[in-house]
C-alpha cells in the first residue's frame, strides 16, 4: 500500500480576516444563543418522533432472546474471531503487497469514504476496515436472533444503525483524513468556523436537527422557485387552488387538477425552469391546476382526513367547473395527496360521480403492508405520544417529521452536514431541493391521527368499507378510472412495492412503470437532464418480484411516456384558458400567500 502522508509543512497562514469573522460570529451567536435557550426552556419543544419507550422495548425483547439461545452468542462469537482473523491476515497481505487492505466494501451509495486516503493511508484504511467490518457483524447478529417478530427486529435495526451511524470514523475530526487535512492545511480555521455555524444555528434554528442543508439565501418562493406563471382563483381555510397560465394556443379540453402533499409545500413540482413538473405539463397543453395546501396553525386543529378531502380535491373539481365551465378532469396525486387522490376517488365512485376520467399516482401508497423503515416510527407508544403533543397543541410541528425522515438516511440527510458545515467549517452549497426539504409545514392533530391511525396502523384503506369519509363507506376495488402509477426503485418513504401492490387494488387499467433514484429525484427527473432511466410492464396483475424480473428498461426520464399516456384522455382540443378569462375571480397572483406562510401561522 502506497503510504501518502498528510502533508503540514509551511501550512498557509490562515486569513485574518475570516478568522475575526469567524470569532465574532462566535461571539454574537453564542450570547444570543444562551438568550434563546432560556426563552426555548419556557415553551413546549416539537416531539421527538421516537418514543423512549417504544425504542427500548425491542432491545429488552433482544436481550432476553439473546439470553435463552447461546449458540446464537457463540455464533457471534466465532464470527467475530473470524473477521479478526481475516482483517489481521489482509493487514499482512497489504503491507507486503503495499495495496489497499480491502476485505469488506462500503454499500453502493455510501459516501463517507470517498477520500482516497481512506485507501491509500494505511492507518486510515484499517480504521474503514474495521469500522465497516464491525458494523456488519453487529447487524448479522441481529439477523441471527431467533423468535423476535419482523416489526421489532427491523426497529432494533433501524435505532442501532442511528448509534453505528454516528460512530462512525468519518464523523470524527482525528479519523476523518479530508477533515484532518484541512485543520492542519488551515491551521484549526475550518473548526473554528464549524463552531460559528454551530452556534449560529443553534441561535435561528428549530427543533434536533437545527443545521442548514442549503443556503437560506439563495432561494426565494416566487422568483427562482414557485415561479410557474399563474393566479390563485380559489381559496377556504385549507387550499388555495392556482391556475396557470398556459404557453400554447390549443390545450386538452379536460384541465388537470395536481394534488401535491400537505407534509411539505407544492413547489416540490416547481422547482424553477428547468426541473418544474407544473410548466412541463403546461408547455404540454394541459390546463393545470394545483392545490397549494395551507401551512395549518392551532385553529385548523380539527380538521380532519375528510376535510382536507372536501376542502382539498372535490372544493377544487367544482371551482374548476366553475371557472372552465369543464365538468370532467384528469388528475395526479403525489405521496400523501395520491392517497388523498385515491380515496377521493372510490367516495366518488360511491357516489356514482365520473367526472375525473384519468388518475396519475406518483410516489402514492394505498396499501400499507410494508411502509419499510418509516414503520419503526408507527407503533401504539409512539403515535399516542404524537397525539399528546398535538392535542397539547393542535398540531403536529414540521420539525417533528424533518426529524424522522433525516433518520431514514441519517448518513446523507444528517452526517454529510455536520462533517460539512461543523468539521470542515463550509457554508452550505444553494439547493433548491434540500431547500424545499426543509421548508417544513405542521399537521392538524385531528388529520395527522386518522392518518397515522387507519393507514399506517391498520392498514384500513385495503379493506371494503374498511374508512368511512363523509358518511360514505370507501372500496379502491370500485374505482375504474383509468391510472398511471410511477414510483422510486430507491424510495425510502414510500416503497415501490407497496404503492405496486395499491395499484393493483383499483378496478380500472393501470399503467406502472419504476423510476430510478428515491422519493423525489426518481419523480421530478426532466427529460433534458437524461438520468435514471425507468422500467416498464404492462403486466400489472403480476406479483412485485415478476413485474420487476419481466419489465424492460429504457433510459432517460419517465415523463415523455406519461405525456403519451394521458394524451387518450385529454378530452380534444380547445383554446387556451386563462385565468383573466374565467368565471372566478382571480385572487392574487401565483404562487400565492398559502405557500409563502402569509396564512395559517400560530
Known sequence: MSEKPIKITSPPEPEPNSVSRSLMRASLHGGSLLKRSIMRRLRPNPPNPVSVKSMAKPFV????????????????????????????????????????????????????????????????????QTYLLSNRWIMDTIDDVRGMDKHTRRKVRFFTSQITDALAP????????????????SRGTNLLKGMANLLRDLDEGEGPLPFRMSDPDAFKIGENLANTPGDVVYQNELIQLIQYKPTTDTVHRRPLLVVPPWINKYYILDLGEKKSFIRYWVEHGHTVFVISWINPGPELAHKSFEDYMLEGPIAAMDAIEQTTGEREINTVGYCIGGTLLGCTLAWLAAREDDRVKSATFLNSMMDFSDVGDLEVFIDEDAVSKLEKA??????????????????????????????NNYLLGRDTAPFDLLYWNSDATRMPAAMHSFYLRNMYMHNRLREPGGIELAGTPIDLGKVKVPSYFASAIEDHIAPWVSCYEG????????????????????????????????????????????????????????????????????????????????????????????????????
Not at 464523523?171 to 487535512?181: A, D, E, G, K, T
Not at 392535542?391 to 444528517?414: D, H, P, V
Not at 383499483?506 to 422519493?519: D, K
Open 503 to 602: 395499484a393493483r387494488r383499483l378496478a380500472g387499467p393501470v399503467r406502472f412503470i419504476l423510476g430510478g433514484s428515491g422519493h423525489i429525484a426518481g419523480i421530478i427527473n426532466p427529460p433534458d437532464r437524461k438520468k435514471y432511466g425507468y422500467r416498464v410492464n404492462d403486466d400489472s396483475s403480476l406479483k412485485p418480484d415478476a413485474w420487476l424480473a419481466g419489465a424492460k428498461e429504457f433510459e432517460g426520464s419517465w415523463w415523455p411516456d406519461w405525456v403519451a399516456w394521458a394524451e387518450k384522455f385529454g378530452g380534444g382540443e380547445v383554446k387556451a384558458r386563462t385565468a383573466k378569462e374565467g368565471k372566478l375571480p382571480v385572487i392574487e397572483p401565483a404562487p400565492g400567500a398559502y405557500v409563502q406562510g402569509l396564512q395559517g401561522a400560530s
Open 170 to 185: 468519518s464523523n470524527f475530526i482525528l479519523s476523518n483524513p479530508q477533515v484532518l487535512r484541512a485543520t492542519i492545511e
Open 61 to 128: 425483547s433482544l436481550t432476553g432472546k439473546l439470553a435463552t439461545q447461546p449458540d446464537t452468542v457463540i455464533l457471534a462469537q466465532m464470527r467475530l474471531v473470524r473477521d479478526s482473523t481475516r482483517l489481521g491476515w489482509g493487514l499482512l497481505t497489504s503491507s507486503l503487497s503495499r495495496k489497499p487492505l480491502a476485505v469488506i466494501e462500503p454499500e453502493r451509495g455510501d459516501g463517507r469514504f470517498r477520500d482516497q486516503s481512506w485507501d491509500e493511508v494505511m492507518a486510515f484504511n484499517v480504521i474503514k
Open 390 to 419: 398535538m392535542n397539547k397543541q393542535g398540531y403536529l410541528e414540521g420539525a417533528s417529521m424533518a426529524t424522522a425522515f433525516n433518520m431514514l438516511r441519517a448518513n446523507s440527510l444528517i452526517w454529510s452536514f455536520f462533517v
